[in-house]
Each structure stands twice: as structure tokens, then as C-alpha cells.
């Protein structure tokens, strides 16, 4: 069965760290920086654990869409328009994460970095071989610009993540600093070197960043757009000049010539397209799919490969988001009868082969995940909310509804309907109603593979008197909607993060609920979460981060913000076997696909046809 997506994916890049609670290195420039402790690269390292240093470059990489039927800018900052698949690949940043570590990252338009003994501000001294693909230097007039034209003219992800950068300036033409509003988030140095792309202030002086364009911006990374047809395809050419292509945390990476990336309006088109050689790599979400459908002749004869990926990331958080603007759904004991009536045993039997697990915490699978009662000091952030969140937070652990499985949640339905009447609903005519109006709702989607997981959730609902409907827009309309929480309800797939900080605020905090085009998509505007988020952000170590995310974990799915319906431990792929990849994966595993375009490559001895 499809993921809970047309959805969209939220990447959170921060991962976490199991070392000792060491504070970051400050007062001297380094090469790199760990949230907790030291990096596990040196500063004369030659290449990530990861990553084969020495696969050949060469070939081209086809890929194609899974959610985005189309584009219309090569922007991908903004809110405006549908941006191109891996337009990101054009530019660069400050640093770059290590997806095989905790939260560390390392210098690549950075030379060196330095954080201030008192954690006010971070400099960057930029390498003098930084270039952008004019040839022209990336200087710290750029960065500032980008920096500047990032938070004033970008998406509201920019903005929440730096809420605490107060500004930054150009020392000298190699040296930038970002202050500080004080010193007590420690993530926010490696937030600013990790999430700022650079740009040419030059190129961007007489263009409007704010608006959408089809003129590929000058850019200075590993890849540059060589061709596009909007709708069809973009075609990416490997930088053979690409400046930085030597540096050690890009040896072994960016190993393709070409990546092309086609469009499909329709996923049985696109999967047919996989099997006759139409793309390389399918990243299969669907149970019955992947157990059924591999039974053509290329993966009868191994020219195709089936590849499972296990991660060290909590378990992807697939969802049903409720619009709490909506006065339907602001009673919590309304969001709650809706999670009684999702019967995920018998949805598990018969569409999904046993593959998958009902979630039960946004951090699943790690040690993030809230467990039994509150600890001790779990109870010290929550005593102080006592009678602003649920109470069942002190007295019981979440747990899911489980049924037998075979279709007929009964004792499910009577306690959802208990608690409708207790949120004064009564049926009339077959219909929930209160206050002259019913209870309905539209779920909005940009993919029709939902569909048959929400039926039976929809006759569980029927049999309730709610009246529950299903809507497919096309891509461009689906975003401009969600940017503006015009839905009822909308499925989002969720990827958390082992160490998580600021970008919380814009998932949970009332700061983003009303924001349009951030993340808080369910417009959650609750106190206490913003005092728990507060807490997750200054934590000053690991023992204190991990008590603060199971706290505000117990807050959240109390609250039945959403309905959490369920994941898989595995990520699935399908590849061609001209493809080759490195004999290990990193801790964060394939990050649904990226790492195959920046680790894998191409088997030198394949016949491979000229791309355009």
C-alpha cells in the first residue's frame, strides 16, 4: 500500500549523538563541528566512511518523480512555483552534513569555522578556491547577501530555523560572521553552516528572487542544468570544473556525468517505465507492489535488484493532519474518535502483506520515543503544565487501538462514538450533528493510491455518522493549497530527526501556525507545546534533549494532533544492476533515495546510451 503521500516530505537533516555530553569546540577555528564532542573525521581526513573514494565517474542516472508531477522554476528558496527536482545539486553550502555520524558537519565553501567562547556567534573564513561557475570568487559579501535574501524573501524554513540569528556581517572579503541572540542553542552554528546555500549577490542583483524563473540561477556546485522541458524532464550535467570536487567530503561522491529526472502524471505508467528500462532506481511504497509485482523479466533474471534498507533514524511518521482552523476538529476528544475508528490490524492483513507497524510516537525506533510513565525528569517539564495538557500524560503510556483485524472494530467504534457524544454530537438522520451542522470533512491529496486505505476508515466513520470524503488535485494545486491550510485534512510522511532543535518550532509552535507555507500544517498553537519545544531547543546536552523529546512526544499524541497510522522499518528500492553503490550504508540510510545520487555510480562495463 502507498505511504500516506502526494504528501509532502519533510526532511529533518539533524541526527543525533550517543557520545559523552561535551560542549561544542569554541574559541578556535576547525574544519568541523559535532553537536556533542568532536567529529569523528580529522582535519586531515581523505573521504566519508560512507562513500567508495575511488567509484569511477561516468554515466548518466535516471530517475523519476514519486509526489511532483511537474515544475516551473528553477528556484527552489521560495514559495512560489513547483522547483525542480534537485536544483539543489547547483549550488553549495558552508558545510556539509556526514550522514554516518551524529549531527556533524564539515567545512566545503568553509575553510575554517569558529564558534565564539561565549557561543554568541560563528565565523566562517571561506576557502580562496570557492568559485561560482562564471568563475567569479564566493566572497562574504554573498554569504551576508544570501543570508539576508534567505530570511527576507525565502521560505518561512529559513526564517524559523534562524530565528535566533540576529544578523550577519562581512569582516573582510574571506571572513563572515553570524551573531547571536545568546549563546544557549547549541545546534545553531551547524544550522547556519549546513542549511545556507550560497548565491551570487552579482547575479541576483538585477533579478527578483522572490518570484518563479526558468532560467537556471548561476550557482557553484558539483552540477549545472544543461536541459529541461517543463513537465517532461530536467537534465543535470556534472561539473568537470566543479571547484570543489577534490575536497575530501566530496571524494567518492557526485560520481554520475548526467542525471535526468522525468515527470509521470500517472505511478502505473511510471512503474511500467522501471520495467522496460524507462529509469534506473524505484523507490517501491507499496506493500503489495513489492511482494506481487516483481515478477517481471528483468527481475526474473537479476538485470533488475531488489535492495532493503534498515536506518538508524526513528521510524518515517506517516499521517493524517487534521486543520485545527477547522472548529470540527478543535475538540480533542473529536480527534481522538477519528484515531478509534482508523482499524490499522485489518488494513495490515489484507492490503499490507503484515509489511508495516501502526506508530504510536513521532519518534519511534529510537531512544526518543516516549515509554511508560514519565521518568523523573520527564516529570519536572510537565508538572509545571499540569491542567494545560491532557492528563492521561502523567497517568498512562500511549498506546494504539488494536482490533482483531478482521474489518469489525466494534468496541473501537463504541468508544469513539462515546466520545463524540461527550463533545456534543448526536446523530440525526444518520448524520453526527451539532449546533445545526454535521460532522464531514474532505481529506485533500495529490495522488489517487490513498484511496484504498481510506475506505475502510471512511466506512468505520460512515457507521459513526461522519461523513468522510476524498479529493485528488493535480500537484500544483495540492501545494498552493497546503501552503495556504486550505484543507480539512491532509496525509503528510514525516521524517524526524535523532537530535532534534529549532526546526521543531516550525512543526509544533504556534510561532508557525498561522504561517503560510511553513510546516505546522495542522496549525497546532498550544503553550504548552511551545514550552516543551523550548525546552528540546536549549537542551544542554544529550540526557536533556532526550528527556525534553519524550516529554513533549507524550504531549503530542495525547493531543491526537494527528492520526498516526503506520510505517515501515525497511526502506524498499528497485534498481537497475548497472547501478553500484557502496557495501555499507550510513547511519541514515538511503534518506528515501538522495544518497543515490551523491555515493552511488555507474558500472563502467555497462552499455550505456547517450542521454539528452
Known sequence: M??????????AVWMASTQPSLALVRGKPVHGLALLGEPRHGADFKALDYVN???PKGGALVLANELDQTFDTFN?????????RYVGLTFDTLMASSLDEPFSVYCLVCETVEIAPDGTWVQFTLRPEAKFRDGTSITADDVVFSFTTLMT??????????SDVTGAEARDSRTVRFKFKNGDTQEL?????????????KYWEKRDFSATTLEPPLGGGPYAVENFEVGKYVLYRRDPNYWGRNLPINRGQYNFDHIRYEYFRDDTARFEAFKTGGFDVYREATARQWVNAYDFPAAKDGRVKKLQVTDGNPMLVQSLIPNLRRPLFQDRRVRQALNYAFDFESLNRTLFYG??????????????????????GELALLEPLRGKIPPEVFSSEFTQPVTDGQGAPRENLLKARALLTAAGWTLKDGRLQKDGRALEFEILEA?????AMLTPWFKNLERLGIKATFRVVDSTQYLNRLNAFDFDMVGVLFANSLSPGSEQREFWGSGAANQPGGQNYGSVSD??????????????DRTSLITATRALDRVLTWNFFRVLTYSSLTDNFAHWSKLLHPERFPLQGMVLGETIVSTWWMDPAANQPTVK
Open 76 to 84: 527552489g528558496f521560495t514559495l512560489k512555483g513547483a522547483a525542480a
Open 153 to 162: 524573501k525565502g521560505a518561512p524554513v529559513f526564517r524559523l530555523s534562524w
Open 53 to 55: 573514494p575511488d567509484a
Open 355 to 376: 509489511q508495516y507497524r501502526r506508530l504510536r510516537s513521532y519518534a519511534q525506533k529510537s531512544e526518543l520515543e516516549a515509554k511508560g510513565l514519565p521518568s523523573s
Open 527 to 540: 503553550p504548552a507545546v511551545d514550552a516543551l519545544v523550548e525546552k528540546v531547543v536549549a537542551a544542554p
Open 189 to 201: 552554528p551547524l544550522v547556519v553552516g549546513q542549511l545556507l546555500r550560497v548565491f551570487s549577490k
Open 447 to 451: 495522488q489517487a493510491g490513498l484511496g
Open 2 to 11: 502507498k505511504p500516506l503521500c502526494g504528501m509532502i516530505w519533510i526532511f
